[in-house]
């Protein structure tokens, strides 16, 4: 099991704090920025992790006009990064608009365009938010289905689900869309805020190409440590 699997979340809220985490955790290739790190520095921090030859998903979970979000990702794709995230809930034409925008963005800057993945659900939104609270009239698994559905008929390289909807996911959507889980918790982690949870290598062993894991790691009182303990749990997997 190849450990570029991993994507480590940077969910810290200022640079010097985020160079901290990198460096007590080289071993790390592939390192998430949200919209917190972001916020706080700006590309700064996507242009750290660059020099340091590391792989970047820009997870700003863009979610607006189409207009508007075509113009964000083009240009988030001018950054050089490896995934991209938008809502699914942008609808197509926002979805459409985005996937021309980072193939244009990404020809004129010269750089490879970021694989564009699809939020289907928030991994902290349970099955009777969705029906309470948003008032939405499906079964969790079937709607992070169609959304899924939606990004790909749109162009999109895949989708981020939780672990509990990436095995329906990958059977209908094909072995070729990325599929992206956060919510990912170790056996031995605090499942915090997550409502759809598996361990590391139950996600991986249900279909997922990448897991996003935060707290389980940025956390723990040995981030290198509890890094090491999900490799070697991976490396169990066939």
């Given at each position: ?67 508007t979000v075509a113009g964000a990702c083009r240009s988030a794709a001018k950054y050089g990064v490896d ?115 598996l361990t590391p290598s139950q996600a991986i062993k249900a279909g997922a190409d990448y897991l996003v894991i935060g707290r389980p790691i ?21």
């Open positions: 099991m190849t450990t570029d699997k991993v994507i480590v979340a940077l969910d810290v809220p200022d640079l010097e704090s985020a160079i901290a985490l990198i460096d007590k955790i080289p071993q790390v290739s592939f390192w998430k920025v949200g919209l917190e790190l972001f916020t706080s520095t700006g590309p700064a921090i996507l242009e750290e992790l660059k020099s340091r030859q590391k792989r970047i998903f820009l997870d700003l979970k863009f979610h607006d006009i189409p207009n995934l991209l995230t938008v809502h699914a809930t942008a609808g197509s034409d926002a979805l459409k608009a985005a996937t021309a925008a980072v193939q244009t963005s990404s020809a004129q800057a010269g750089t490879k365009p970021p694989k564009l993945i699809a939020i289907t659900l928030l991994t902290s939104i349970s099955s009777r938010q969705l029906a309470f609270d948003l008032k939405i009239p499906l079964e969790l698994p079937e709607f992070a289905l169609q959304m899924a559905l939606l990004a790909q008929e749109s162009g999109l390289d895949g989708a981020v689900c939780s672990p509990q909807e990436v095995a329906q996911l990958r059977e209908t959507c094909g072995k070729n869309f990325v599929l992206v889980c956060p919510g990912v918790r170790p056996s031995w982690a605090d499942a915090g805020d997550q409502k759809r949870s940025t956390a723990a009182a040995d981030p290198e440590l509890a890094w090491h303990k999900i490799v070697e749990e991976l490396n169990t997997v066939s």
